[in-house]
């Protein structure tokens, strides 16, 4: 009997089979080992190895040959990992792609003015507020380019490949799809095992052992804990977020949609990331982004930290990271009998509105998210938002099989609805500004959480 | 040729322009047209589009439903905690930061004054700054007041000194800005006191001195007053630049911890390009410009009330 590697529901035009996928993960595992030297993964034999799967699709590919359609990327992982590839995009369809990378800062200011003065390109796009940019009708629904048989193939395509998350992520409340997801995150804890070992600790399950275990850790050269806590909507929000969720709080309620910064459980999770970060987080924690973060982790100098699981491609890479292999990856804990739930994301990527290369912007985001393409890229070490690239061997690889589950079970623990309530409200910018400035106070202890909140709240009153 | 006009033009050989057939009126407007089109282009059509947003509710998530609100944006921004703290903070900041450096950087350029061999060397050190990208060196900087892995803290262990959190809470958040600032901007003022103090007269400061002055009565009593007019432009430059800081407090605090070092600028660039809300950004840009104005006007008319006898 075949048995097929990849879930079965989306009914490939072509089976992908154990010998085929041995054969292909062979080549993936010589790709990312090619990528991870700088070599390319658009080599000769992975293309000729792929462009079967790619043209199993019922797709017309070379429909738009000629044409070049430009794509709106920030620096990120996706981009290193799409960006090799690219060139096969370009043989299968004859259509070329142009991607510059921009730095989040430069494209989170350039985006909003480029599309809201109505400018055709880029045809695809990041989506950094994807609230703020359906409110302003800058992305095109993808709905009619799905039916449309000359340029897609549902079957080929096999959504139900795509996390359930992922998926809720492309659908808006009124049913209309505005993008397709491209990468998965979750808050992952990360720990030192060896600084763990070295005090006899164990992995804390609760919020209160997390506590326990970070400040027992903390020394006057390692940090005990170490997360974010800077005072912007980019920074702290984000896994101060997951600590409110699992306290029973939310940002924004998602069944009214009213603030629910005062609440009582909300208070109760800034209360707890805040006490636990000046208990034991390193000095200067208040000006803490990702990257000090991650930095410190990598230096040994914070025994645990807790953030995207994307890091474990960057913990596990000795040219960065002086604690490879002494790493665990694990679980958020839980907070006093309630359930844990930590914060999620996932990138997506929409075609501009007032793009006049739509149908080639779709082949592109078709190709881009598919199986063969996302297998590819997870060969690179890129999280996608497809399970069957989780689990090819070459994700695991790179990736780390033990920070890839760790991260899998986060993300299937995460509650989209608490997160999109917050994240893709239209005034999400306001929202989480105004949050996350609320937290960094309560983190240096210039105001206790429930001031903290309340003056938040307060900012919020009025504007949404 | 007619007697009319400066004297400039009436002195000038009239050949020039009447030999190209044009009339010297026509002449000037030509010559006068392109700084006028960059002008206008770039100058004042963005500011009239400006003060017009300012009076609307103009927000880039929704183009379509703008419309004129007169002063909201203005009584909305008066009536706002946030205006006044980023007032606060911004007043703070420039006026810490000019005074430091116009102290400084007068301080080095009368040390350089005395010719020493060494002299070209330390001019070329003292104006690396200027030369660096700005964010290139903000982000150094930003690793630098690292607390666990920065080079400032370890070095204040290593003399036995305790840590410090930089960036971490609003007193040390301002202060290590305005160390960066002054690296980068002390040259400045260096510059400008260099390029006065070469231009004085020696005699009355000889003359000073055989007279029996001290060094630092000839400073205080007659270098300082000849150079107050380099000085005072130095000062409206430096202060209506550093009122518009951006890059080294955005990179380095975002404007944290809290809302502590949040400027003016900061809180228009939060508005505009972040909130997307363009009217109320356009109108905090408004305000910011008339401060200036008010600001700058008012030290020069001191300025010519309190004209150096020297100069006279």
């Given at each position: ?13 072509l089976?992908?089979t ?10 993936l ?5 090619l ?14 190895e792929?462009?079967?799967?790619w043209?199993?699709a ?10 070049t ?18 060139p096969?995009?370009?043989?299968l369809?004859?259509i070329?792609v142009?991607l510059t ?5 430069e ?18 796009y990041m ?17 009619e380019m ?5 340029i ?10 795509v ?12 049913g ?7 990468t ?10 060896t600084?763990l ?8 399950a609760t ?5 326990a275990?970070?400040v ?7 940090a ?26 939310a940002?924004?309620?998602p069944a ?5 910064l005062?609440s009582?459980?909300t ?8 006490r ?9 924690v ?7 973060c ?7 100098a ?6 995207s699981?994307?890091f474990?491609s ?7 990271s002086t ?5 665990s ?45 996302s297998a ?30 760790a991260?899998?079970?986060?993300l299937?623990?995460a ?12 005034k ?8 996350a400035?609320?937290?960094n ?23 949404l | ?10 002195d000038?050989p ?41 009076f609307?509710?103009?927000?880039l998530?929704t ?15 008066v009536?706002s ?6 007032l606060r903070?911004?007043l ?24 020493t ?27 630098m007041f ?6 400032f803290?370890?070095?204040l ?9 930089w ?20 040259p400045f003022m ?5 390029g ?12 000073a ?27 409206v430059?430096?202060a ?8 080294i407090i ?12 949040r400027t003016?600028n900061?809180?228009?660039y ?25 600001a ?6 001191k300025v ?9």
């Open positions: 009997m075949t048995r097929l590697l990849f879930p079965p529901s989306g009914g490939l035009h089976p992908i154990r010998r085929g996928m041995l054969r292909a993960s062979a080549i595992a010589g790709a990312g080992l990528s991870a030297k700088g070599a390319p993964l658009w080599a000769q034999d992975v293309y000729a792929f462009e079967p799967l043209k199993a019922a797709i017309d590919w070379t429909r738009h040959s000629g044409t359609i430009q794509i709106g990327a920030l620096s990120h992982p996706w981009t290193d990992a799409m960006m090799p590839l690219l096969h995009f370009t043989r369809t004859g070329e142009n990378p921009q730095s989040e800062t494209y989170v200011a350039e985006m909003p003015v480029k599309l809201g003065a109505g400018n055709a390109t880029p045809d695809v989506v950094w507020a994807l609230g703020q940019a359906i409110e302003a009708g800058w992305l095109a629904p993808l709905d799905e039916a449309n048989p000359d897609s193939d549902p079957a080929w395509y096999d959504a139900a490949d996390f359930n998350s992922g998926r809720s992520f492309e659908k808006w409340s009124d209309v799809t505005y993008t397709r997801a491209i998965a995150e979750a808050q992952t804890m990360f720990y030192n095992q600084m070992d070295g005090a006899g600790l164990a992995i804390p919020m209160d052992e997390l506590h275990a970070a027992a850790l903390k020394s006057d050269d390692v005990g804990i170490v997360l974010r806590a800077k005072a912007t909507g980019d920074a702290a929000a984000w896994p101060a977020g997951g600590w409110v969720f699992s306290h029973g709080g940002i924004i309620d009214s949609g009213a603030v629910g005062t009582a459980g208070v109760a999770g800034v209360d707890s990331y805040a636990l970060l000046r208990d034991a987080g390193p000095v200067g208040g000006n803490y982004h990702w990257m000090e991650l930095n410190d982790f990598m230096a040994g914070a025994a645990i930290g807790g953030d699981s994307n474990a960057d913990i596990a890479n000795p040219e960065k604690v490879v292999g002494q790493v990856y694990g679980a958020l804990p839980s907070a006093a009998g309630l359930p844990a739930k930590p914060n999620m994301w996932h990138w997506t990527a929409g075609i501009n509105a007032n793009s006049t290369n739509k149908e080639a912007a779709y082949l592109f985001l078709s190709w881009a998210t598919s199986k063969p393409t590819l890229a997870a060969a690179a070490g890129l999280a996608t938002s497809r399970a069957s690239a989780w689990g090819t061997s070459a994700f695991g690889d790179r990736f780390g099989a033990q920070a890839a589950s991260a899998l079970a986060n299937t623990a509650d989209g609805d608490l997160f999109k309530a917050a994240w893709f409200h239209p999400a910018p306001q929202i989480l500004d105004a949050f400035i609320g937290v106070e309560a983190v240096t202890a210039t105001k206790d959480a429930a001031t903290a909140m309340a003056d938040a709240a307060a900012k919020l009153d009025g504007q | 040729m007619t007697s009319r006009g400066p004297a400039f033009l009436r000038r009239p050949s020039l322009p009447r030999r190209a057939g044009i009339g010297r009126g026509r002449f000037i407007l030509l010559m006068l047209l392109p700084a006028t089109a960059l002008l206008v282009g770039l100058t004042i059509i963005p500011f009239l589009v400006s003060l017009g947003f300012s609307t509710n103009y927000s998530v183009p379509d439903e703008t419309a004129g609100i007169w002063l909201r944006n203005y009584r909305q921004l009536a905690e946030e205006f006044w703290s980023a903070v911004t703070i900041f420039t006026t810490c930061a000019v005074a430091i450096q116009l102290g400084l950087g007068v301080a080095i350029a009368v040390l350089l004054h005395h010719e061999r060494a002299v070209p060397a330390l001019r070329l050190l003292y104006l690396l700054p200027l030369a660096i990208t700005p964010v290139a060196a903000v982000f150094t900087f930003r690793m690292n607390p666990t892995l920065g080079v803290n370890f070095l262990k290593e003399v036995g000194l305790p840590a410090q959190d960036l971490g809470t609003p007193g040390m958040a301002l202060f290590s800005i305005l160390i960066v600032d002054t690296w980068q901007w002390t260096l510059l400008i006191a260099i006065g103090l070469a231009a004085l007269d020696e005699e009355p400061l000889e003359a001195a055989m007279d029996g002055a001290g060094p630092w009565q000839v400073f205080r009593h007659h270098t300082l007053p000849m150079l107050f007019p380099y000085l005072v432009v130095a000062v430059f430096r209506i630049d550093a009122f518009k800081t951006f890059d955005f990179v380095l605090t975002g404007g944290g911890p809290g809302i502590a070092t003016l900061l809180l228009a939060k508005q505009g390009i972040e909130f997307l809300s363009l009217g109320y950004a356009a109108a905090i840009a408004i305000v910011m410009l008339i401060v200036t104005i008010v700058s006007q008012a030290l020069l008319r010519g009330l309190f004209k150096p006898k020297a100069i006279l």
